[in-house]
């Protein structure tokens, strides 16, 4: 029977989680503990509700013997050398983009901003760098012209729990071929942006052309976050547009700063 750790958060850390605890008996698998953060309120939650162990700091994890698997989906911490080591097997990571087109955060953004009609989500195995490790598993797919970053952010969570489920036998089993991402640079563009990188985007020029415009706010626009904007004397002016209303409200606010 092989030991998994699992470090994770937010609503697909959550959802992977549960999936991972009730597969565990039909793979053979012990759950041997869980490493969340803030953003982990339900991961934190399922972990005493159902008796499994909650890590209180990453390097809890060392004090942890014979752990075979582990899986990162969602957590925020960087992993030390000393840590990856910790798995006897591998140490993975769902990452929500394709790979290496799109290392770290605001991979949804950032594709709509550079207009691409592929995006995917990808299992790759974690080094010291950020979403640089090996591919594993990796799912693409097309995505529409006018896609708006919470559509893209949905279509892309369903994609990346569907491919960690059909992944995780074949992971346990140790049943994977390593892609090197160095050796598809070239075939594929590489970037990395980190959480930052969002703050600079929002910011939206009315003298751009209409389909820029039309871009930075559909890659910006997710609801429970900061809107984009504009600045008019001076004065920082939120965006609230949807996909419902974009025409319309664009016109208004162009004809408001003619």
Not at 47 to 62: A, F, G, H, M
Not at 174 to 201: C, F
Not at 226 to 231: A, L, R, S, T
Request: with cysteine; hydrophobic share 40%; proline share 3%.
């Amino acid at each position: 029977m092989k030991n998994i750790i699992f470090l994770g958060s937010k609503a697909i850390g959550l959802e992977c989680l549960k999936y991972l605890f009730n597969q565990r008996f039909k793979y053979d698998y012990n759950l041997a503990g869980v490493l969340t953060n803030s953003r982990g309120q339900e991961v934190s939650e399922f972990c005493v509700k159902n008796n499994i162990i909650l890590l209180k700091s990453l390097d809890d994890i060392l004090s942890l013997k014979n752990i075979d698997i582990g899986i990162s989906i969602q957590y925020h911490q960087i992993l030390m050398k000393k840590h990856i080591q910790i798995a006897n097997d591998i140490f993975i990571n769902l990452h929500m983009a394709p790979l290496p087109e799109y290392r770290g955060c605001n991979q949804f953004s950032f594709c709509i901003i550079n207009g691409d009609n592929e995006f995917g989500t990808t299992i790759h195995l974690i080094e010291e760098g950020i979403d640089s490790g090996a591919i594993l598993f990796e799912d693409r797919f097309k995505i529409n012209d006018n896609i708006w970053v919470e559509d893209l952010y949905k279509e892309t969570y369903e994609k990346s729990l569907n491919l960690f489920k059909i992944s995780l036998p074949k992971i346990i089993n140790n049943e994977y071929k390593l892609t090197e991402q160095n050796n598809l640079i070239g075939a594929r563009t590489t970037s990395i942006h980190y959480r930052k990188s969002i703050n600079a985007i929002k910011k939206i020029n009315l003298s751009w052309d209409k389909e820029k415009v039309l871009r930075y706010i559909r890659a910006t626009s997710m609801p429970g976050f900061e809107p984009p904007y504009y600045v008019k004397n001076g004065i920082k002016i939120p965006i609230h547009l949807s996909k419902n209303n974009f025409n319309i409200g664009l016109e208004k606010i162009l004809k408001d700063i003619a």
